[in-house]
């Protein structure tokens, strides 16, 4: 047949392989090896063998000059793999660069894709269906159809959009490489024609670092030249030179002064009148201290009377020399007083001095031994060098008492200096001793029974190893049958006693004892004691 794996060089039953029918079958093998083409054919008989698959390419084994021209074809391209070419020419067609389906990318035509220009391996400018992208030196400026809040995402970014979704208006929203606010800066002199409007935004007002022209502005009284404020001004300087009943200065929004406000009779928000003994009023809204420690006493100095925000962790502190008290009631222990809910001072914290109080203290006050409904918790470190908990004597004023509910577990070891009493269980423990001989060559069990204890639950069952002997000393707990044997067969060689199972009525103890000599182990025996925990209500 065809594709039958013929010999190379055929030889008959019993025909004599002489030196020329060796030689010709090295020629033909030769010639065989040489034609080889592994492309999974036949060629006279022989196979030429398997295609090479591509585990059996080495790394980087195919390279360009072996790569036949035109051999690369689109559809052999990854469409989601990044290609890099030095230059890329298009043909056009009349005054269109462009023109179908001439440069595609991930299988749609250019026109509906993103076009990016990267001299120097840096994009300088982006052109998509949404918007038109300058990034020439890193700090983006995009132009838009649409708000696409661009500035939000890239401090350095900023955005010229003509959007008619949100904002409805040509918007011209500058970057934050300043730090803060996004900020849009005109040099020279800007002319606007229409309304100029101030607002709204989180930064909306006028800052004026120069002379201002009070005329220039005209508010809804124009025939006067007035100055009308309904937001926020920043002026370094504001001269009033008229009157009204309401006074000098009238503003219905916000008024932030760079200097020194000197109010000698008090200065309020709001319009209620200035009670007389306060100096500063504030109504119908909040005090903003912006970050500024409120001193509780005469001044600066008072650093441990104060109420700041600390800006490090972004936590309110609140500190007063000696301590501060935080809650008061006249529900106390004394009828009448005034009793602080939480008390904080230098070592100690005390939560609830009204009710039932609870101290937490860096070391051992014995606050409990003020009052028999006082606890403490205390990490001392002086006296009793541990985390202290320290019950209340409200069941009785002889004995402080902690308890836990539920489930109790304790990681580490329990040490109980005192009394462990379980009231609600009666603890019984069972002990027998054993003296036990092999079972043959292998280990012996013996079953004991402590069924008449009338055990409920076992907390544990162990056994202690007592000792072995090569003697027999089965049945004999006094353990005292033994002598000298020096031969190399009586080595002791595994001894072990162990329980195999337990339950509330017995356990079997497992034990065993082996010797060099082999069949001798029979009368060994092991001396051990079985210890049972448990609970027998």
């Known amino acids: 047949m065809a594709n039958e794996n013929k010999p190379l060089n055929e030889a008959k039953p019993n025909e004599p392989i002489t030196a020329q029918r060796w030689n010709d079958m090295q020629v033909a093998l030769r010639k065989e090896h040489i034609e080889h083409r592994h492309n999974g054919g036949w060629k006279d008989g022989q196979f030429a063998g398997e295609p090479i698959a591509a585990d059996g390419l080495a790394d980087n084994a195919v390279i360009t000059a072996r790569i036949a021209d035109a051999a690369v074809v689109p559809s052999k391209l990854d469409p989601n793999g990044d290609f890099k070419l030095r230059s890329l020419s298009l043909a056009g067609f009349g005054d269109k660069l462009i023109k179908g389906p001439v440069l595609t990318v991930a299988g749609q035509s250019l026109l509906s894709g993103t076009l990016r220009v990267s001299p120097g391996d840096k994009d300088s400018l982006s052109v998509s269906d949404a918007y038109v992208e300058l990034v020439a030196g890193g700090n983006p400026l995009r132009f838009t159809s649409v708000w696409s809040s661009f500035t939000d995402v890239k401090p350095g970014a900023a955005e010229i959009s003509n959007d008619t979704n949100s904002y409805k208006a040509l918007m011209i929203v500058g970057n934050r490489s300043a730090g803060g606010v996004r900020r849009v800066a005109m040099w020279d002199r800007v002319d606007v024609m229409g309304r100029l409007v101030i607002g709204p935004g989180g930064d909306a007002g006028i ?88 001193y509780l006493r005469t001044g600066v100095n008072d650093q441990f009377d104060l109420l700041r925000w600390n800006s490090s962790n972004d936590t309110v502190d609140l ?219």
């Open 207 to 294: 800052t004026v670092n120069g002379n201002v022209d009070a005329a220039a502005f005209k508010g809804n009284d124009v025939t006067s030249a007035t100055l009308t404020v309904t937001a926020q001004a920043q002026i370094a300087q504001l001269k009033v030179n008229g009157a009204s009943n309401t006074g000098p200065v009238n503003v219905t929004g916000a008024l932030t002064v760079s200097d020194t406000i000197v109010a000698n009779g008090g200065l309020r928000t709001g319009t209620a009148a200035l009670q007389a003994f306060n100096r500063v009023q504030v109504q119908g809204g909040g005090l903003h201290l912006d970050g500024n420690p409120l």
């Open 319 to 537: 500190a007063g020399f000696y301590g501060v008290n935080l809650g008061f009631t006249k529900n106390g222990p004394v009828a009448g007083n005034v009793t602080p809910l939480l008390s904080v001072r230098e070592t100690v914290l005390d939560v609830s001095l009204t009710g039932n109080p609870l101290r937490f203290s860096s070391g051992w006050s014995d606050f409990p031994a003020s009052g028999i409904n006082r606890a403490e918790i205390s990490n001392d470190t002086v006296t009793y060098k541990t985390l202290m908990i320290i019950g209340n004597r409200s069941n009785n004023a002889a004995i402080r008492r902690v308890s836990v509910w539920d489930r109790l577990e304790v990681n580490g070891e329990l040490g109980v200096t005192g009394r462990v009493t379980a009231s609600a269980y009666n603890i019984q423990y069972y002990q027998q001793t054993i003296a036990a001989n092999n079972n043959g060559a292998g280990p012996r069990d013996t079953y004991c029974n402590y069924a008449g204890m009338g055990f409920v639950q076992i907390f544990s069952a162990f056994v202690v190893f007592n000792g072995f002997s090569l003697w027999n000393n089965g049945g004999n707990l006094l353990f005292n049958t033994w002598g000298s044997a020096q031969g190399v067969g009586n080595i002791p060689q595994h001894a072990y006693a162990m329980v195999a199972n337990y339950n509330t009525a017995g356990a079997t103890v497992r034990t065993f004892c082996s010797e060099s000599e082999s069949g001798a182990s029979g009368d060994n025996t092991v001396l051990a004691t079985l210890v049972v925990i448990g609970r027998t209500n």
